[in-house]
């Protein structure tokens, strides 16, 4: 049983009777009485990073990732309370001054305000982020419209790599080795893109657990099947320099998650409007492919030829 199974089987029948939750299949909680707006993750060393060497790293990680959601649904995130779990040889004097000082760095960056929190002793280090804004509408999953264009921000697959230098499963020079490793612990969100996203998306998604995975959540509950084109899934320079130096394939590099940049769908109509804000934003937006009628199976292509989904499932979390 995944997450998901685990979630739609013990939990979303008891939330009913609350209209906010979104029968817990979205990222956030949201009140549009109040405008209230929250999200809530967990990080575990050994999952969500592959250990506390770089507490200040780390920090920023958790952070960026944890408002990444409130960013992907068009809200600005302003406040954040924080709960850490460790012992005396992760939260050693000098750790907890990094710590501190992460986020005081993330919350000048982002203009956050640290607002509670609660700390535990315990044998593995763990963190859990509750983010909150405020605002009258939300981008929601499970709204895209047929034959709506699909598209991402940024650039995909650089933290995948940043997590292999790091387990030390890809040997590469010093230059590009602190490039992907700052990719992997620093996410180049989109930041200013919560501003305008209600402008043109129909539905929207932080990519965390991979673009396929979290393509299939944000559909999850409509008649709607999608096709997305890997020659179009933007990535860096570097990563480009890195996949024909080394005569790697793309498609491995791309679906894997940790990007934490926006997915969206957007009617046709909208096209020039995002070019537009792409413009005036500096922000890379790319349109990746389209969505379908539910009949159609959901497809990825390369080269205009299909390929087998179920080697790209992205990640998720298990329990049997």
Request: with cysteine.
């Given at each position: 049983?995944?997450?998901?199974?685990?979630i739609k089987?013990?939990?979303q029948?008891?939330?009913n009777?609350?209209?906010?939750?979104k029968?817990l299949?979205?990222?956030v909680?949201f009140d549009?009485k109040?405008?209230?707006v929250?999200?809530?993750d967990?990080?575990?060393?050994?999952?969500?990073f592959?250990n506390?060497r770089?507490?200040?790293l780390v920090?920023k990680k958790?952070i960026?990732?944890?408002i990444s959601?409130l960013?992907?649904?068009g809200?600005k995130?302003?406040?954040?309370f924080i709960?850490g779990?460790?012992?005396?040889n992760?939260?050693t004097k000098?750790?907890l001054?990094?710590?501190?000082?992460?986020?005081?760095?993330e919350q000048k960056k982002?203009?956050?305000k640290?607002?509670?929190?609660?700390?535990?002793?315990?044998?593995?280090?763990?963190f859990?982020?509750?983010s909150?804004?405020?605002?009258n509408?939300i981008?929601?999953?499970?709204?895209a419209k047929?034959?709506?264009d699909?598209?991402?921000?940024?650039n995909?697959?650089d933290?995948f790599?940043?997590?292999?230098?790091?387990?030390k499963?890809?040997n590469i020079?010093?230059k590009?080795?602190k490039y992907?490793?700052?990719q992997?612990y620093?996410?180049d969100?989109?930041?200013?893109?919560?501003?305008?996203?209600?402008?043109?998306a129909?539905?929207s998604?932080?990519?965390?657990d991979?673009?396929l995975s979290?393509?299939i959540?944000l559909?999850?509950m409509?008649k709607l099947?999608f096709e997305?084109d890997?020659n179009k899934?933007p990535?860096?320079k570097?990563l480009d320099i890195?996949?024909t130096?080394?005569n790697k394939k793309?498609?491995?590099?791309?679906l894997?998650?940790?990007?934490y940049?926006?997915?969206?769908?957007?009617?046709?109509?909208n096209?020039?409007?995002?070019?537009?804000?792409?413009k005036k934003m500096n922000q890379k937006i790319?349109?990746?492919?389209?969505i379908n009628?539910?009949?159609?199976?959901?497809?990825?292509?390369?080269d205009?030829?299909?390929?087998?989904?179920?080697?790209?499932?992205g990640?998720?979390?298990?329990f049997?």
């Amino acid at each position: 049983m995944d997450e998901f199974e685990l979630i739609k089987n013990y939990f979303q029948k008891i939330s009913n009777n609350n209209p906010y939750a979104k029968k817990l299949n979205d990222d956030v909680f949201f009140d549009k009485k109040n405008k209230l707006v929250v999200s809530v993750d967990t990080y575990n060393e050994g999952i969500h990073f592959p250990n506390f060497r770089y507490p200040y790293l780390v920090v920023k990680k958790i952070i960026r990732s944890s408002i990444s959601d409130l960013i992907a649904k068009g809200v600005k995130p302003e406040y954040y309370f924080i709960s850490g779990s460790g012992n005396k040889n992760q939260f050693t004097k000098k750790n907890l001054k990094m710590i501190s000082k992460s986020l005081y760095n993330e919350q000048k960056k982002y203009n956050l305000k640290l607002s509670g929190g609660d700390t535990t002793n315990s044998n593995k280090i763990s963190f859990s982020i509750t983010s909150i804004g405020f605002s009258n509408n939300i981008v929601e999953r499970n709204k895209a419209k047929i034959k709506d264009d699909i598209y991402v921000t940024g650039n995909i697959g650089d933290s995948f790599i940043g997590l292999q230098v790091i387990k030390k499963k890809i040997n590469i020079n010093s230059k590009f080795k602190k490039y992907f490793i700052n990719q992997f612990y620093c996410p180049d969100l989109p930041y200013n893109i919560y501003k305008t996203i209600h402008k043109f998306a129909s539905t929207s998604i932080d990519i965390s657990d991979g673009l396929l995975s979290d393509m299939i959540k944000l559909i999850n509950m409509q008649k709607l099947s999608f096709e997305i084109d890997v020659n179009k899934i933007p990535i860096s320079k570097n990563l480009d320099i890195y996949l024909t130096k080394n005569n790697k394939k793309k498609i491995h590099y791309l679906l894997n998650g940790d990007d934490y940049q926006i997915l969206f769908t957007a009617p046709k109509k909208n096209r020039s409007l995002i070019r537009s804000i792409e413009k005036k934003m500096n922000q890379k937006i790319t349109r990746i492919g389209k969505i379908n009628y539910g009949h159609k199976k959901n497809l990825i292509k390369q080269d205009n030829k299909p390929l087998n989904l179920s080697k790209f499932k992205g990640y998720s979390h298990k329990f049997w």
